[in-house]
Nanobody
Framework: QVQLAESGGGLVQPGDSLRLSCAAS?????LGWFRQAPGKEREFVAV????????YYLDSVKGRFTISRDNAKNTVFLQMNSLHPDDTALYYC????????????????????WGQGTQVTVSS
C-alpha cells in the first residue's frame, strides 16, 4: 500500500502563494491533488504523470497553480499563486499506480491512495 505524506498548507491572504508537497513511499504512475471545501463535493485540482511529465489542471486554477515533481524523491509539489478565498479547502494528495490517460484522472475513483489532507485557508 502506497503511503502519502502531505505538507505545506496554512492560512494566507488573498493574492498570496503557498506550496504543497506530497511524498510517496514508492514510485507510482500518477500523483495529483484534489480539494474539498465545506459543503461542497471533492474536486479535482491537478495531476502529473511520472513517465512523461504530462500535467492536467482544473480550468479555474490554470495559470495560477503549477504541479511538478522530484523524481528522485517520489515527491509532487503544487505551487499555488494568486490565491483567492474560493481556493479555501482541504487539499488531498492522491496516487494511482497503474498508467492511464491523463484526461481520465479527473474522477476520484481513479485513485487507490489518498493522503489525510492539508488545510489551505485564504482569508483577509
Amino acid at each position: 500500500q502506497v503511503q502519502l505524506a502531505e505538507s505545506g498548507g496554512g492560512l494566507v491572504q488573498p493574492g498570496d502563494s503557498l506550496r504543497l508537497s506530497c511524498a510517496a513511499s514508492e514510485r507510482v504512475n500518477h500523483l495529483g491533488w484534489f480539494r474539498q471545501a465545506p459543503g461542497k463535493e471533492r474536486e479535482f485540482v491537478a495531476v502529473i504523470s511520472w513517465f512523461n511529465g504530462a500535467v492536467y489542471y482544473l480550468d479555474s486554477v490554470k495559470g495560477r497553480f503549477t504541479i511538478s515533481r522530484d523524481n528522485a524523491k517520489n515527491t509532487v509539489f503544487l505551487q499555488m499563486n494568486s490565491l483567492h478565498p474560493d481556493d479555501t479547502a482541504l487539499y488531498y494528495c492522491v496516487a494511482r499506480k497503474n498508467r492511464v490517460v491523463v484526461s481520465a484522472l479527473r474522477s476520484p475513483s481513479q485513485y487507490e491512495t489518498w493522503g489525510q489532507g492539508t488545510q489551505v485557508t485564504v482569508s483577509s
